[in-house]
Nanobody
Framework: QVQLVESGGGLVQPGGSLRVSCAAS????????MGWYRQAPGKERDLVAT???????NYADSVKGRFTISRDNAKNTVYLQMNSLKPEDTAVYYC??????????????WGQGTQVTVSS
C-alpha cells in the first residue's frame, strides 16, 4: 500500500507564511501528479495546486501569486509554500498523489489532512 503523511500545518497571522509538506511511502514504482486540496468547514474539498512528474504546475485562481507548489522526486515529497496568507485560506489541507505501485496498479491516494488556520 501507499501512505501519504502531511506535516507543517498550524496557526499563522494574516499576511504570514507557512510551508506544508507531504511524504509518500510504501509500494511505490513511480508517482505521477501530486497536489494539494483544501476543505473549509461546511464547504467542499477544492483544488489548491498540482504538480506533474515533470514539474508542470497548476494553481487555483485564489492562490496564484501567493502559493508555490514543488516536489522532490528523490524523496517522494511534495511541498506547498504559502505566503501572504488570508483568513479565507483557513482549511484542512489534504495531500493527493497519483501513484503507480510496484504491483503495476495505478491509484489515487490521500493524506490524513493538516489544519491551517489564519487568524490574528
Amino acid at each position: 500500500q501507499v501512505q501519504l503523511v502531511e506535516s507543517g500545518g498550524g496557526l499563522v497571522q494574516p499576511g504570514g507564511s507557512l510551508r506544508v509538506s507531504c511524504a509518500a511511502s510504501g509500494s511505490i514504482r513511480s508517482i505521477n501528479t501530486m497536489g494539494w486540496y483544501r476543505q473549509a468547514p461546511g464547504k467542499e474539498r477544492d483544488l489548491v495546486a498540482t504538480i506533474s512528474s515533470s514539474s508542470t504546475t497548476n494553481y487555483a485562481d485564489s492562490v496564484k501569486g501567493r502559493f508555490t507548489i514543488s516536489r522532490d522526486n528523490a524523496k517522494n515529497t511534495v511541498y506547498l509554500q504559502m505566503n501572504s496568507l488570508k483568513p479565507e485560506d483557513t482549511a484542512v489541507y489534504y495531500c493527493h498523489a497519483n501513484v503507480f505501485t510496484r504491483a503495476l496498479l495505478l491509484g489515487n491516494y490521500w493524506g490524513q489532512g493538516t489544519q491551517v488556520t489564519v487568524s490574528s
